[in-house]
């Protein structure tokens, strides 16, 4: 069982910024994909942004330029930046630890099996 724990979530102010963490054990496999995702409860969960065992990174465009995802040992982050309040919603760290990231996988939390229990973010105006 592979197990994934964020942690960072909290409320703040637009324009402000929070650092997400998501420790996972992914430094005992060659190829991986490591991605953040949000969900309000009325939408279908949304990906923000990945990472792989290349290094490569995507974002969704709504996130672009304003959310950095990054990661060392066994940690993956999710700087956010000039935060919105649309940005509001439980973010989720998810992880593939068979192959690197598809330009797809952002499309589909169904790519994903392996999940965090979520944190929350709270962004108000």
């Known amino acids: 069982e592979v197990q994934l724990v964020e942690s960072g979530g909290g409320s703040v102010q637009a324009g402000g910024s929070l650092r997400l963490s998501c420790a996972a054990p992914i430094t005992t496999y060659n190829e991986y994909c490591m991605a953040w995702f949000r969900q309000v409860p009325w939408k279908e969960r949304e990906g923000v942004a990945a990472i792989d065992s290349d290094g490569s990174t995507s974002y969704a465009d709504s996130v672009k330029g304003r959310f950095t995802i990054s990661q060392a040992k066994n940690t993956v982050y999710l700087q956010m930046n000039s935060l919105k309040p649309e940005d509001t919603a439980m973010y989720y760290c998810?992880?593939?630890?068979?192959?690197?990231?598809?330009?797809?996988?952002?499309?589909?939390?169904?790519?994903?099996?392996?999940w965090g229990q979520g944190t929350q973010v709270t962004v108000s105006s």
């Open positions: 998810a992880a593939r630890l068979s192959t690197t990231c598809r330009s797809w996988d952002l499309s589909d939390h169904r790519y994903f099996p392996y």
